[in-house]
């Protein structure tokens, strides 16, 4: 079974920083990727960045580059978003999101999402 824990979020004022975790208990199995998605009030949830075990690649919104990192501790399958200069529109529940190599496919798994609001 497998099983994401996230952490970080909070209430914070226009340009200030936060820092997301995201812990993945995968049972042995292999986690090929992993990565953070957003959802605001009225909208559909979106990629915010992700990391990719072959290779290391990462990938992020185009919108967020410059402002949000992601690393990753692949001895500890966790996580990690970094936020500076946020802004309001930021404000969102941001879901972690693994790919497992589970028997047979690859199976998503998510997190129970942390808020992060942006707000003076």
């Known amino acids: 079974q497998v099983q994401l824990v996230e952490s970080g979020g909070g209430l914070v004022q226009p340009g200030g920083s936060l820092r997301l975790s995201c812990a993945a208990s995968?049972?042995?199995?292999?986690?090929?990727?992993m990565g953070w998605f957003r959802q605001a009030p009225g909208k559909e949830r979106e990629l915010v960045a992700t990391?990719?075990?072959?290779?290391?690649?990462?990938i992020y919104a185009d919108s967020l580059k410059g402002r949000f990192t992601i690393s990753r501790d692949n001895a500890k399958n966790t996580v990690y978003l970094q936020m500076n200069n946020l802004k309001p529109e930021d404000t969102a529940v941001y879901y972690c999101?693994?790919?497992?190599?589970?028997?047979?496919?690859?199976?998503?798994?998510w997190g129970q999402g942390t808020q992060v609001t942006v707000s003076s």
């Open positions: 990391t990719i075990t072959s290779g290391d690649n990462t």
């Open positions: 995968a049972s042995g199995f292999m986690i090929n990727a």
């Open positions: 999101n693994a790919n497992v190599v589970v028997p047979g496919m690859v199976r998503s798994y």
